[in-house]
Nanobody, 120 residues
Framework: QVQLVESGGGSVQAGGSLRLSCAASGYTYCMGWFRQAPGKEREWVAR????????LYADSVKGRFTASRDNAKNTAYLQMNSLKPEDTAMYYC????????????????WGQGTQVIVSS
């Protein structure tokens, strides 16, 4: 099973930016990004096919967040710009070795999560 190590969370003011990183220990076909706000269910944010770099985003972050990858480093990134207070959540990366979907069940491995706090 692929091990994922996340980093890059923190506290910013609204309008600011953060970049999350997710380093994988092995082969990953697709990296998904999810988030969970207090009292809410975890929701899908973005996903990226590691080979082609093709991406897909939730409507709530489209145009503000950008997923990317560095295959040489086996690392995926989530650049978050124009952050809003409603982006406050624990963010998780998740790896899939076979499919690339928005459902949590399609991912085999999960990172430990990194906290993002956006103040108004």
């Amino acid at each position: 099973q692929v091990q994922l190590v996340e980093s890059g969370g923190g506290s910013v003011q609204a309008g600011g930016s953060l970049r999350l990183s997710c380093a994988a220990s092995g082969y990953t076909y697709c990296m998904g990004w999810f988030r969970q706000a207090p009292g809410k269910e975890r929701e899908w944010v973005a996903r990226i096919l590691l080979q082609s770099g093709a991406t897909l985003y939730a409507d709530s972050v489209k145009g503000r967040f950008t997923a990317s990858r560095d295959n040489a480093k086996n690392t995926a990134y989530l650049q978050m710009n124009s952050l809003k207070p409603e982006d406050t959540a624990m963010y998780y990366c998740a790896a899939s070795t076979a499919t690339c979907r928005s459902s949590e069940s399609s991912y085999n491995s999960w990172g430990q999560g990194t906290q993002v706090i956006v103040s108004s």
